[in-house]
């Protein structure tokens, strides 16, 4: 009775520590092939279309990718939760901090230009191009313009609605330094959203609307919204692939970048995946809408996280 009791309670702990090991291997076998990114929502569709193209050869990787906003994928990356963070901006001294003090090293690849474009409705006719100054009136901190005639007497009197990135995002930190004077200086009652499609939506379905995002949206957009041209004092210019190429669409021309996790290259599929992202970065570029950087720069990233391997 008793070797038949020992027995029993033998298989039952055989059972329980085959069934921690198995789970344990599915973990790690779903971990390895897994490549998750998360971050801007401006760098997503680039990201996007590269995991899209990489997966028609390597079906058995998946490849999520999320639009939580820079900062908030920024606060996964440097836990070490993802191994690729999509940024609109570069990563802050805290996030550095932050990434340093949980033995997280990283790399910065810049992946395309981009320029941010302030849009309104398509059927404003009113108004083709704002300078800075008018921008930073109607967007700074404490602004109570809600009128469009209260920018310029020569505009109607037309309730003024805003739409734009939420803080989470790396599109608002930079609008609101070069805007603003500031990073996070703003006024608060706008329609906040790291979701581009909802600021779209937003502003092509309100005639007064006022917003701002990645000039690719635009593109993607072009017959729903109107784009106005941005003078900084040196004349009206409006965004292209020229204009933000060559830096003459200023103060809104700013670089995109992907951070990966220097541990996570040592995964195949990582490495294998940044490589391919980074050997067809000006097609995915200019698939997506934005402006690609010289090939020499792609290769320097190619040679940064050969270097790691």
Request: with cysteine.
């Amino acid at each position: 009775m008793y070797r038949k009791n020992f027995i029993a309670s033998l298989m039952v702990i055989c059972i329980i520590l085959f069934s921690l090991i198995s789970c344990s291997a599915n973990n790690e076998s779903s971990k390895s092939s897994t490549v998750e990114i998360d971050g801007s929502s401006t760098v997503f569709p680039i990201s996007m279309a590269a995991a899209e193209i990489f997966r028609e050869t390597h079906p058995e990787i998946q490849i999520p990718v999320g639009i939580s906003g820079t900062g908030g994928g920024f606060k996964r990356f440097t836990v070490g939760e993802i191994p690729i963070n999509n940024a609109s901006r570069p990563i802050k001294d805290q996030e550095v901090k932050d990434a340093t003090e949980n033995g997280i090293d990283f790399i910065e690849l810049t992946v395309a230009f981009d320029g941010l474009s302030v849009i309104v409705n398509k059927s404003n006719d009113w108004v083709d191009c704002l300078t800075v100054e008018e921008l930073h009136k109607v967007w700074d901190q404490g602004s109570n313009i809600n009128n469009w005639n209260q920018i310029r007497p020569s505009f109607p009197d037309v309730d003024m609605n805003l739409y734009g990135p939420g803080t989470d995002s790396g599109t608002f930190d930079y609008f609101t330094e070069v805007i603003n004077g500031q990073e996070g200086r703003t006024r608060s009652d706008y329609t906040p959203s790291e979701d581009d499609n909802v600021l779209v939506l937003g502003v092509s379905g309100d005639k007064g609307a006022m917003g701002y995002f990645g000039y690719a949206y635009y593109v993607e957009n072009i017959k729903r919204l109107k784009l106005l041209g941005i003078d900084d004092g040196n004349g009206c210019v409006m965004p292209s692939e020229a204009s933000i190429n060559d830096g003459t669409y200023s103060p809104l021309s700013r670089p995109l970048f992907i951070y990966v996790n220097t541990s996570e290259i040592l995964r195949k599929e990582v490495y294998e995946f940044v490589k391919f992202y980074l050997e067809n970065g000006q097609m995915l570029a200019n698939e997506g809408g934005f402006v690609a950087l010289p090939q020499s720069m792609y290769d320097d990233g190619l040679s940064a996280i050969a270097n790691n391997q």
